[in-house]
T-cell receptor, first 115, second 112 residues
């Protein structure tokens, strides 16, 4: 089945540690996105990538880093510089050259808790 | 003014009721519009895109009013399974920028 997978589903981290969240898609989509969602808040864009080897900062990129070495993969690293990392992290992808070019499809998310 | 605004609700309705949500957007040049549904502690899922002429998918009808800069979602014959948060989403720019602006969502509870 085609889709987006994120792992792990739940992640606990000690303060001061870096952690990497995985996002893989087999939809052959060019564009991929990382969002975070906090209780009572909307989705906020962290980083996005429209093509392999290229990515752009979103609205809240500080304390995060990404890479896009393969079309299928867009891992997100939450660094110790991120002051409030506990959140629900969502990865999405879209197919800019397709008919529904702006529609984003989401993975199941990773809940990160910093202890 | 927020770029995308929704009434947070909650809307609590009985099964079988008709309920409508509105969403306003600030950028008159906005290009694409969507309604997503998000269940508690799950990822958002596309409910429907919103087209200029309005569109219907079963019990769900979406409409766009460009002059007043709002989109609406109408749910007829509500089911218990419709209980969720409904997110209004807008693409504010033309061109290759694929960024979307997400509303905070409207919470719907359908009661037996």
């Amino acid at each position: 089945d085609g889709g987006i997978t994120q792992s792990p589903k739940y992640l606990f981290r000690k303060e001061g540690q870096n952690v990497t969240l995985s996002c893989e898609q087999n939809l052959n989509h060019d564009a991929m996105y990382w969002y975070r969602q906090d209780p009572g808040q909307g989705l906020r864009l962290i980083y996005y990538s429209q093509i392999v080897n290229d990515f752009q900062k979103g609205d809240i990129a500080e304390g995060y880093s990404v890479s896009r070495e393969k079309k299928e993969s867009f891992p997100l690293t939450v660094t110790s510089a991120q002051k409030n990392p506990t959140a629900f992290y969502l990865c999405a992808s879209s197919n800019p050259s397709g008919g529904a070019k702006d529609t984003q499809y989401f993975g199941p998310g990773t809940r990160l808790t910093v202890l | 003014r927020k770029e995308v605004e929704q009434d947070p609700g909650p809307f609590n309705v009985p099964e079988g009721a008709t309920v409508a949500f509105n969403c306003t957007y600030s950028n008159s040049a906005s290009q694409s519009f969507f309604w997503y549904r998000q269940d508690c502690r799950k990822e958002p899922k596309l409910l429907m895109s919103v087209y200029s002429s309005g569109n219907e998918d079963g019990r769900f009808t979406a409409q766009l009013n460009r002059a007043s800069q709002y989109i609406s979602l109408l749910i007829r014959d509500s089911k218990l399974s419709d209980s969720a948060t409904y997110l209004c989403v807008v693409k504010p720019n033309a061109g290759n920028n694929r960024k979307l602006i997400w509303g905070l969502g409207t919470s719907l509870g359908v009661n037996p």
